[in-house]
Nanobody, 115 residues
Framework: VQLVESGGGLVQPGGSLRLSCAASGFAFSYYGMNWYRQRPGKERELVAA????????NYADSVKGRFTISRDNAKNTVYLQMNSLKPEDTAVYYC?????????WGQGTQVTVSS
């Protein structure tokens, strides 16, 4: 299983970024996918989740209405569209899936929201 995130960077408050996570090594379309983040000095937290076919999504209260998770099963990729970014969204964002009871993580991508 390999998960590779991309799309992070430095953005001003109120700006947008789209993160991507390219998956390989497993039957992507059969598994739910998640985005987590770890803010400085904080524990890793679940930000958004999507079911295998993309029919259901869930969000942390802190990002509801601003972030959108989606997936393209033909491209084995999951996305996180982040709008109206705030300084408190600054974190390393990780792609995650659970397969056969084991957690798999990408290397993370840094998102910094600052003026």
């Amino acid at each position: 299983v390999q998960l590779v995130e991309s799309g992070g960077g430095l953005v001003q408050p109120g700006g947008s970024l789209r993160l991507s996570c390219a998956a390989s090594g497993f039957a992507f379309s059969y598994y739910g996918m998640n985005w987590y983040r770890q803010r400085p000095g904080k524990e890793r937290e679940l930000v958004a989740a999507i079911t295998s076919a993309g029919g259901s999504t869930n969000y942390a209260d802190s990002v509801k209405g601003r972030f959108t998770i989606s997936r393209d099963n033909a491209k084995n990729t999951v996305y996180l569209q982040m709008n109206s970014l705030k300084p408190e969204d600054t974190a390393v964002y990780y792609c995650n899936t659970i397969r056969r009871g084991s957690n798999y993580w990408g290397q993370g991508t840094q998102v910094t929201v600052s003026s």
